[in-house]
């Protein structure tokens, strides 16, 4: 039991440690990436050095600016824009009944209008981008078909990595 204890503590001790490491990981590469910003660059390049500067040892690091752009679309603006077919090859709808008793019971009467029986379903609708860009490619869709009905953000990131096949 006293070993369990123990091993709790030094696990916490470990994460907290990660906690902090993570952190100054995080700071640093905020601190590239506004120096990247500044001088606008896409990459940057660091040799190995040795004492003085005259013999190399170790591997070379490069440092690249990430660029990745996320496009969350809006289906209102996209179902006003584009023609009914198409919108509806873009778009997954989901039917949940969240009422299935109900359903059982309206089911069997006859004569049941539309309205009523849509009262007992719930539908959860997303944009299939893999659809958009299908039918971009085919040309189904143009960019002015989707201009206003997205919202791009671009998020920015900093990899660091040992150029292969740099080792001592």
Known sequence: ???????????RSLEEQIDGLMKLLQASKKKIQEEFDKQDLKEFVVEPEGPNNKKRTGVTLIAKKVERVTINYLLDKLQAKLDKEIFNEIVNKT????DMNGLIELL???????????KFIDVSTSVNKDAIKQLYSVGDIKKSDLEGCYEATIVK??????????TD
């Open 1 to 11: 039991m006293a070993n369990l204890k123990q091993l709790i503590k030094d696990t």
């Open 95 to 98: 039917y949940m009944i969240n």
């Open 108 to 118: 069997k009467k006859a004569g049941v209008s539309p309205g009523e029986f849509k």
């Open 157 to 166: 990131s900093i990899s660091i990595k040992e150029r292969k096949g740099d």
